[in-house]
């Protein structure tokens, strides 16, 4: 949580449109938006920050986001802050190795960023 | 019959009977006479008794105490007492008299009585009160007249009112009527007896007299019998002395024949009755012994026999019949005696058997004879058994019919030489196979009549259905009746037969083989050389036999082929060993060797056999398989290897091709909803066309990846219970905006169906890949009918549309992925074809099948059934199942 109240909302991308799409969504709905390029500086920027909730993306280079949930959840921290994921991958073991590392939600590309927006506020709201 | 000791007394019978009757009638008569005046007289003295009691009675008023006091002489008085009495007379039957009490009479009706006086002691009784009868005679009383007879009755006489009685009052009558009356009864009785007797003995006499002549008649024969018989007795004791003698002479006879004459009461069986001294002689017993001892007979009767015998006798007695038997007797000493008994059964009048006669024959020597005999006949026997085949004598006829015929019969035809003897059972002939009946019978007459032996060969028939082949020799004879006969011998050579066909049959495989066969005598030299060995190594049969087998082998082999030859020699044989040989052109070549040795009966080897195999051609089929084998396990290397790279490519594109989609559709969104500022209409129109792009990008990628896991066999379906129905409605309702965009009537009629086992993503899909086809191949105006409704267990989705129609030369290609008819390519009609392959990976992942119908131009139809599966499985196996 922010100072002026609002939610903090981590968004890990390596693809800088998709970043800055969700961003400029996420802020409109009224988030306050941190961001990450990779899975180290998404596990690095959330124990600094200690958001409300990560949105992550499956593959990205370095630490992919299953390694990054799995580190999240091993921290104190953030053990108990919801991770969605963000996932090109159809395939159902995909979406189950996902469950595996800790994600509570996916949401499949292509996504309509209207959707991920509601994805978050049912998330938050839990 | 007794002899009758009547005889001539018959006329004193009649007399002494007529006597008897006369004495009877006479003592009848009496009897009756007797009764009849016992009877009249009761009755008179009871009549007159009670006249007089009456008459005392009505007196005793009447009479006066004078009249009973003094005798009446007044002839007043007497008058009146005449008149007094005068009734009770009967006409002077009754005479009265008044008694005083000492006996004098003071009244009679016979006056002159008239003062008599009598001692009459019943008078006192009378007084006394009592009435007294009696008869008696009138002058007894002293009187003068006929003296005739008279009954009395006495009563007392009262006077009135006097206890005592005064007098008596006498009542009496002459007994004359009542005699009279008697007689009158009893002379009818006496005539009719008379009479009676007169008659029986008339009548009876004549019966009498013929009884009597019958029974003269009778005795006079019965004597006359009576002679008869002493005569023939006396003849018969004639005789009897005769027969004595005629016996003694014939038993002095039987005595002397060399044989055993007895007589068994047929109860008693062993000699009961007589027996011939010379059982003496016989046994050792002697007559007296077999009479004392009853049993001895069976106890000499060998043990072996006695059974029998017993059997035997027992039978014989029931029958009746004479019979004949045969034994064995142990005489006293040990001895064993064969005996033949004789025996003639004696019945008696009725039939029952009452004695056995018989004799005893010596046959010991005979039977000692008859074993010699028949053991030299079981020698000749045992010894045409021996013989291995049948030997026979038969009469040339049309059944060889047989006289005699060994029991090795039995093994050629499974019958008994009993059957065929004199044709009892079957004949000969009929066992002879019918096709070989006319040569052999053909062959038989002409030896015969060449007088020559003849030897054939054909064939039998066994009982068990199979054929045996036989040699028969044999030479016709003159039998004893002059009868020519056929001698001969049948010898079964069925087995020789058999192997020379095996033999002749392995000979034409071996000459048949494409292998090369061959066999060497045990110095190695060939004796036997098959067509495929001159095939295999160019050499004829002429060329080579004879020759060392090392000629085949090339130089620098020689050695190899005498070790082979010393294992063949030591019993062990080689299979398969492939080597080189040199052909007769000089030419090498691979084959394949196989050595075995050869034996004969006694199992020693006397060469070998070898069979050899060109492996030339199998040796290069082998090179050339082993080089494909290679190339194959290659190309599944490169199959693999492309296998992996598809699998990156297809994670590249869900992942490069999606990111970037994600973006456009994103910032799209963003422009569309003028968080940029304002859109003129014009811009809004041209970013909807990027839209649309993007979105048919999105489907084909969507489509692309469907296929790929479908290819990979990673389909799965997400089994649920689906209602049809309401996806081919939603379908419909998703299509329709275009439809009516297109001016196509869209319709849908469903009809009742149960829920079914299905994936709804995957199903929806289907429909919407269907419905869609339908409208984008149809033309304005047409129109696109689904049907859904349940059909014989299956549920049916038929998509009918109006459009073009698809050739039946492409229809077989439609499912195919990528492929797309030459008309939509023509006219320019957006897709991938990809939707219809995609549409039928999905039937089949539900078990179900698509089919087309179709008219170049008239239209298509695509009918779908899917199986109705109520059960639900679990999601394991559905994914197992539904795997492709």
Redesign the interface.
């Known amino acids: 949580m922010t100072r002026n109240g609002q939610p903090l909302i981590l968004i890990a991308d390596d ?1 800088p ?2 970043l800055a ?2 961003s ?2 996420l802020e ?1 709905a009224g988030y306050e938006v941190v961001q990450a390029r990779n899975g180290e500086e998404a596990v690095q920027v959330a124990l600094a920050r200690r958001p409300d909730l990560a949105v992550i993306d499956v ?1 990205m280079p370095r630490v992919d986001g299953y390694e990054a949930t799995r580190q999240l959840r091993q921290q104190e921290e953030t053990s108990r802050m919801p991770i969605i994921l963000l996932t ?5 073991e995909d979406i189950a190795r996902g469950f595996d590392a800790g994600a509570d939600d996916y949401v499949r ?6 959707e991920l927006g509601s994805r978050v506020q049912a998330a938050l709201g839990r | 019959m007794t002899r009758s000791t009547s005889a001539g007394r018959p006329p004193r019978l009649v007399l002494r009977f007529a006597l008897y009757s006369a004495l009877a009638l006479t003592l009848a008569g009496t009897g009756i006479l007797f009764v009849v005046r016992h009877e009249a007289q009761v009755r008179a003295d009871r009549e007159l008794t009670s006249d007089a009691t009456r008459a005392a009675a009505t007196l005793s008023t009447q009479l006066r105490k004078a009249d009973l006091t003094e005798p009446v002489t007044s002839p007043e008085r007497l008058a009146a007492l005449d008149a007094l009495f005068a009734p009770e007379l009967m006409n002077g039957v009754v005479r009265v008299k008044l008694w005083r009490r000492d006996g004098t009479v003071t009244y009679s009706n016979d006056h002159s009585l008239i003062g008599t006086r009598v001692d009459a002691e019943e008078l006192d009784e009378v007084l006394a009160g009592r009435t007294v009868r009696e008869t008696g005679r009138l002058n007894d009383e002293g009187g003068q007249g006929k003296n005739i007879k008279v009954t009395s009755a006495y009563v007392p006489l009262r006077l009135a009112d006097e206890q005592r009685p005064r007098g008596v009052l006498e009542f009496y009558n002459d007994y004359g009527p009542i005699e009279a009356q008697v007689v009158a009864t009893v002379k009818p009785i006496a005539l009719a007896l008379g009479l009676a007797f007169l008659l029986l003995f008339g009548s009876l006499f004549p019966i009498l007299h013929q009884v009597t002549k019958a029974l003269q008649h009778r005795s006079d024969r019965l004597a006359h019998q009576a002679e008869e018989l002493e005569r023939t007795l006396n003849e018969r004791r004639q005789a009897v002395a005769g027969l004595r003698e005629a016996e003694s002479r014939y038993r002095a006879l039987v005595e002397q024949l060399p044989l055993v004459t007895y007589v068994s009461a047929i109860d008693k069986p062993g000699f009961s009755a007589y027996v011939s001294p010379q059982i003496d002689g016989l046994l050792g017993y002697s007559p007296d012994e077999w009479l004392a001892t009853p049993n001895l007979f069976w106890r000499v009767v060998h043990p072996d026999d006695l059974e029998r015998v017993r059997t035997e006798h027992r039978t014989g007695y029931a029958t009746g019949r004479p019979f004949s038997t045969q034994y064995r007797l142990v005489a006293r000493d040990g001895r064993v005696v064969w005996v033949e008994d004789q025996v003639i059964v004696i019945a008696d009048a009725t039939g029952a058997p009452v004695q056995a006669q018989g004799f005893l024959l010596d046959i010991t020597h005979r039977k000692a004879a008859e074993v010699a005999l028949s053991e030299s006949e079981e020698r000749f026997r045992t010894l045409v058994a021996n013989v291995p085949g049948v030997i026979f004598r038969c009469s040339i006829d049309n059944d060889w019919t047989m006289e005699f015929l060994s029991d090795e019969i039995d093994e050629l035809t499974g019958y008994p030489a009993s059957d065929f003897i004199a044709n009892r059972v079957r004949t000969f002939a009929s066992v002879i196979h019918p096709e070989d009946a006319p040569r052999l019978t053909q062959e038989v007459e002409a030896a015969v009549a060449e007088e020559r032996p003849y030897t054939i060969e054909y064939r039998t028939l066994h009982r068990d259905g199979s054929i045996r082949h036989v040699v028969e020799r044999g030479q016709a004879i003159l039998g004893r009746d002059g009868e020519t006969k056929l001698d001969g011998a049948i010898f079964d050579v069925t087995e020789r037969w058999t192997a020379e066909n095996e033999r002749l049959k392995l000979a034409s495989i071996v000459e048949s083989s494409d292998d090369a066969i061959m066999a060497a005598s045990v110095d190695g030299r060939l004796s036997s050389w098959n067509s495929g060995a001159e095939r295999v190594f160019g050499y004829t049969a002429e060329e080579i036999i004879g020759k060392p087998i090392a000629v085949l082998a090339p130089p620098g082999k020689e050695d190899e082929q005498h070790s082979l030859f010393e294992q063949i020699t030591a019993g062990q044989a080689t299979a398969h060993l492939e080597t080189v040989r040199r052909r007769k052109d000089g030419a090498l070549i691979d084959v394949s060797f196989t050595f075995s040795p050869l034996r004969d009966a006694s199992g020693a080897v006397i060469g070998a056999s070898a069979i050899a195999h060109d492996i030339t051609e199998r040796r290069s089929a082998e090179a050339e398989r082993e080089r494909l084998l290679l190339e194959l396990a290659d190309q599944n290397e490169r199959l693999r290897e492309l296998d992996r790279l598809k699998d990156e490519f297809v ?1 590249l594109v ?2 490069e091709l ?6 456009i ?3 799209l ?2 422009v569309l909803e003028e ?1 940029a500022g304002a859109l003129t209409d014009e811009q809004r129109q041209f970013l909807g066309v990027v839209e649309r792009n993007a979105h048919r990008l ?1 489907a084909l990628v969507g489509d692309l ?1 469907f296929l790929a ?1 479908v290819e990979a066999g ?1 389909l ?1 379906l997400e089994l649920g219970a689906v209602d049809l129905s309401a996806i081919a409605a939603e379908s419909v309702e998703t299509a329709r905006p275009l439809a009516e965009e297109r001016d196509i009537t869209l319709t849908l009629a469903t009809g009742p169906l149960a829920l079914i086992a299905g994936d709804h993503a995957r199903l929806a899909q289907l429909l919407d890949n269907l419905i869609s086809n339908g409208v984008k191949f149809t033309p304005p105006g047409g129109r696109v009918d689904v049907r859904v409704k349940g059909q014989r267990g299956k549920a049916v989705i038929e998509v009918r549309d109006t459009g073009m129609g698809i050739p039946s030369e492409e229809q077989h290609h439609l499912f195919e992925r990528f492929f797309r008819t030459a008309k939509a390519t023509e006219q320019a009609i957006p897709g991938t074809g990809l939707g219809l392959a995609i549409s039928k990976a999905i039937v089949d992942a539900h078990r179900g099948q698509i089919t087309v119908a179709s008219a170049d131009g008239g239209g298509t139809t695509f009918r779908i059934s899917l199986p109705i599966r109520q059960a639900q499985p679990t999601e394991e196996e559905a994914v197992e199942e539904l795997a492709l």
Not at chain 1, 88 to 92: F, N, P, S
Not at chain 1, 109 to 114: E, G, R, Y
Not at chain 2, 658 to 663: I, W
């Open positions: 693809d449109d998709i799409l969700v400029f969504r409109r593959m090109a991958r159809v395939q159902e590309k292509p996504f309509s960023p209207q | 994670a869900s992942h999606r990111t970037p989609l994600t973006s559709r994103g910032y969104e963003l968080e999105l990846l896991q990673k799965s």
